[in-house]
């Protein structure tokens, strides 16, 4: 089976680097908030281009707290999308907002700038773009509809580790930029963990502070927080890691261009594409084509550990039933969900898997037209 992302491959060639990062931790005998995750913050606040960083226990807290530090919470709402995973809108959820979905680019996956200011009220108070995939989102259009509307960015950089848009990486747009650093993501650790980007110093203490039970100083709590504190053992092994990220960005982004490749003669099999000026990560290489169910099966057994992200739009999940959207609201979603399949994507990946997964899918979309 070739999964679509292998953690195994990756740790034969850096294990003995993390074994030996993860050994002085055990034996340091300081496991929260120390020098690792100090040190981390400060080496991924200079790798992305911003003031601060603060390096919390997963991505879905960074994006809840990013909007309690932004005072945004019941009877507010927040622009998002509906084709991501549901951390992005249950945090919004978590927080007592209401999140208003926007539909998606075609190309792209991601929000439709053009369609977001329909969407606007006198409750919305932030935006919040999904770069999908490793894409950068069309940061230019949506930072200006939120100057124009006095709303905050907050961006979900997840995917996204890496990206850049005119030259500039993503999580340094907006107010507030979140990373997730879940297993598989691009940079990942071995357990959960997540970070909040931010420029803003004040924003940066509010945030320090609602990580470790609201407030700054110890024993003195000013509000309702939570334990979401990075501990050192991950932070080790971030740090072990992102000294390969802009290595492992670029094979991806070789991946994506040999699959493109090998694509090219079948039409109908959509490859992704990228907005002009953008530096895209490859988080997932995703395409679309026809029949995908039935197709998705057929690379199972082939041995293709294909994923579909995502099956179903968030707006027809049970957890926003309660917001009252049908079938039908949000068309280009919809349709995406319909189609689209990502292939195996990680660094490791060869040359020959690359071949036999693309020869498969092409067999198999074919075969499957003729019998239509
Ligand atoms: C992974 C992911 C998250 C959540 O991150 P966790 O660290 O798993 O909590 C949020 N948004 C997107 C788009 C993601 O891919």
Redesign the pocket.
Same mark, same amino acid.
């Given at each position: 089976m070739i999964p679509i992302f292998d953690s195994k491959r990756q740790y034969a060639k850096i294990g003995s680097e993390i074994e030996k990062a993860v050994l002085e931790v055990l034996r340091s005998g300081a496991y929260i908030l120390g020098p690792n995750v100090k040190a981390l913050e400060s080496e991924l606040a200079k790798y992305i281009g911003c003031n601060y960083t603060v390096a919390l226990n =997963? +991505? %879905? &807290?960074? @994006?809840h707290l990013a909007l309690r530090a932004l005072d945004i919470g019941k009877g507010d709402e927040v622009i998002t999308t509906a084709f %991501? *995973?549901v951390? %992005?809108t249950e =945090?919004i959820e978590i927080v007592g907002a209401t999140p208003v979905f926007c539909d998606i680019n075609p190309d792209t996956f991601n929000i439709d700038a053009d369609k977001i200011e329909a969407l606007i009220t006198p409750k919305t108070k932030a935006i919040m773009p999904?770069h @999908?995939y490793g894409q950068p989102c069309d940061m230019d259009k949506i930072m200006d509809i939120a100057k124009r509307h006095d709303l905050y960015v907050i961006e &979900?950089c /997840?995917?996204a580790i890496g990206a850049e848009y005119k030259g500039k990486r993503v999580g340094t747009f907006g107010d507030i930029g /979140?990373y =997730? *650093?879940?297993p598989t993501?691009n940079l990942g650790t071995m357990g &959960? +963990?997540?970070l909040i980007t931010v420029n803003s110093e004040n924003l940066k203490n509010r945030i320090v502070a609602l990580r470790n039970h609201g407030g700054a100083i110890r024993y003195h709590h000013d509000e309702i927080g939570v334990n979401s504190r990075l501990d050192e053992i991950q932070a080790a092994i971030l740090r072990v890691k992102l000294n390969y990220i802009d290595e492992w960005n670029k094979a991806r982004r070789e991946h994506a261009a040999t699959y493109n490749k090998l694509f090219s003669e079948c039409a109908d099999i959509q490859t992704p594409k990228e907005l002009d000026n953008t530096y895209c990560v490859y988080?997932q290489y995703t395409v679309k084509i026809p029949n995908r169910d039935e197709i998705f099966d057929k690379l199972h057994e082939a041995g293709i550990g294909a994923m579909l992200y995502y099956p179903i739009p968030l707006h027809m999940q049970k957890v926003h039933a309660h917001l009252g959207y049908k079938m039908g609201d949000l068309p280009i979603t919809e349709k995406n969900t319909e189609c689209v399949i990502s292939l195996p994507m990680f660094p490791e990946l060869t040359i020959e898997e690359q071949k036999m997964i693309a020869s498969t899918l092409i067999d198999c979309v074919e075969k499957s037209k003729a019998m239509a």
């Amino acid at each position: 089976m070739i999964p679509i992302f292998d953690s195994k491959r990756q740790y034969a060639k850096i294990g003995s680097e993390i074994e030996k990062a993860v050994l002085e931790v055990l034996r340091s005998g300081a496991y929260i908030l120390g020098p690792n995750v100090k040190a981390l913050e400060s080496e991924l606040a200079k790798y992305i281009g911003c003031n601060y960083t603060v390096a919390l226990n =997963s +991505g %879905t &807290d960074a @994006l809840h707290l990013a909007l309690r530090a932004l005072d945004i919470g019941k009877g507010d709402e927040v622009i998002t999308t509906a084709f %991501t *995973f549901v951390a %992005t809108t249950e =945090s919004i959820e978590i927080v007592g907002a209401t999140p208003v979905f926007c539909d998606i680019n075609p190309d792209t996956f991601n929000i439709d700038a053009d369609k977001i200011e329909a969407l606007i009220t006198p409750k919305t108070k932030a935006i919040m773009p999904v770069h @999908l995939y490793g894409q950068p989102c069309d940061m230019d259009k949506i930072m200006d509809i939120a100057k124009r509307h006095d709303l905050y960015v907050i961006e &979900d950089c /997840c995917q996204a580790i890496g990206a850049e848009y005119k030259g500039k990486r993503v999580g340094t747009f907006g107010d507030i930029g /979140c990373y =997730s *650093f879940y297993p598989t993501k691009n940079l990942g650790t071995m357990g &959960d +963990g997540g970070l909040i980007t931010v420029n803003s110093e004040n924003l940066k203490n509010r945030i320090v502070a609602l990580r470790n039970h609201g407030g700054a100083i110890r024993y003195h709590h000013d509000e309702i927080g939570v334990n979401s504190r990075l501990d050192e053992i991950q932070a080790a092994i971030l740090r072990v890691k992102l000294n390969y990220i802009d290595e492992w960005n670029k094979a991806r982004r070789e991946h994506a261009a040999t699959y493109n490749k090998l694509f090219s003669e079948c039409a109908d099999i959509q490859t992704p594409k990228e907005l002009d000026n953008t530096y895209c990560v490859y988080h997932q290489y995703t395409v679309k084509i026809p029949n995908r169910d039935e197709i998705f099966d057929k690379l199972h057994e082939a041995g293709i550990g294909a994923m579909l992200y995502y099956p179903i739009p968030l707006h027809m999940q049970k957890v926003h039933a309660h917001l009252g959207y049908k079938m039908g609201d949000l068309p280009i979603t919809e349709k995406n969900t319909e189609c689209v399949i990502s292939l195996p994507m990680f660094p490791e990946l060869t040359i020959e898997e690359q071949k036999m997964i693309a020869s498969t899918l092409i067999d198999c979309v074919e075969k499957s037209k003729a019998m239509a």
